[in-house]
């Protein structure tokens, strides 16, 4: 007990330097390059807050044995040939085939979290910020989060970019979470920043913005931090314009008690709740990247 309190006070910890590191890098850049103007301590801040800890904690607490069972189901299933071929690439071509892979898990994770109305009803927590800023980010149910990630992690494990049972430190599984992460905050951001032909290599504020619109162009620009695969599957939209207003419909409680409870019980005994979209997306048309 003493062992599993001074674990979650060291995470803890760990999250408030981190948390430190962050601020320090996007509020001065959010009052230089703001895309909207806002107050630096806007509405709903403190809740944000609360949800950066505990969904920064919690998820991994619930993950660690289911995804010590993928990686143990993993090993004895695939061919050896296949786990021994991504082992034996060298570690920055493992960490860029990695990146690739596990942002196509994640694509359909978010994907689904969208177009299945269980799943939506954690997901449209993340969805009702009606201004985005970095902190936005971190406004996640903890059922999304594991879901999220559980659905990304479970591609490196089949094919053996992750081999967290190799009984050597999981660094390529550690560096795609470590640089997703850090991304989810900068796509979030409030800046105005164009990036050119880049929008078409990398995720940029614009192509997530995007993503939360609230009306205009809804269920587009899935991907994390490649924006091919939203491509590959027809729900790419990065017009030259930014959104005009962002949220959703669904409704969603104020307080951070309420946000965390109701998406488990629902709101007046109704499950299933969906948002008003069209689960399958036609593809986009081709539009104008950049300015």
């Known amino acids: 007990m003493t ?8 995470q803890v910890l760990h999250l408030i330097v ?13 009052r230089l390059f703001a895309l909207k ?3 630096l301590l806007r509405a709903g801040w403190t809740v944000d807050l609360m949800w950066y800890f505990l969904s920064s904690i919690l998820p991994g607490l619930i993950l660690a044995v289911p ?7 993993a090993h004895r299933v695939m061919p050896a040939a296949v786990q021994d071929f991504s082992q034996a690439l060298p570690l920055p071509l493992r960490i860029v085939a990695a990146l690739v892979v596990g942002e196509i898990g994640f694509y359909w994770g978010h994907r689904w979290s969208h177009e299945v109305p269980l799943l939506w ?29 559980f659905v990304g992690l479970v591609p490196l494990y089949v094919v053996g970019l992750a081999n967290p049972m190799s009984g050597r430190p999981d660094v390529v599984s550690l560096i795609v979470v470590i640089v997703g992460t850090f991304w989810g905050f900068f796509i979030h951001a409030n800046v105005r920043w164009r990036f050119g032909w ?10 997530h913005h995007w993503h ?13 931090m490649l924006p091919f695969v ?3 599957f027809g729900t790419w939209y990065v017009p030259r314009h930014w959104p005009s207003d962002y949220g959703t419909d669904h409704p969603v409680p104020a307080g951070f008690r309420n946000q965390l409870v109701e998406p488990l019980w629902g709101r007046n005994g109704r499950w299933g709740d969906q948002r008003g979209s069209n689960p399958q997306p036609p593809a986009p048309q081709a539009g104008a990247l950049t300015d």
């Open 230 to 232: 939203d491509r590959l």
């Open 198 to 207: 880049l929008e078409n290599v990398v995720a940029t504020p614009v192509f």
């Open 3 to 10: 062992n599993a309190i001074l674990s979650v006070a060291d």
């Open 121 to 149: 009803r954690f997901h449209a927590l993340h969805h009702s910020a009606e201004h985005l800023d970095w902190l936005v980010n971190t406004r996640a149910h903890p059922i999304d989060m594991v879901f999220g990630k």
């Open 212 to 224: 939360h619109t609230r009306r205009d162009h809804i269920d587009r620009n899935y991907a994390a």
């Open 18 to 30: 981190w948390l430190a590191l962050l601020a320090a890098v996007f509020i001065p850049l959010e």
């Open 67 to 73: 995804m010590a069972f993928v990686a143990w189901a």
């Open 37 to 39: 103007e806002a107050r």
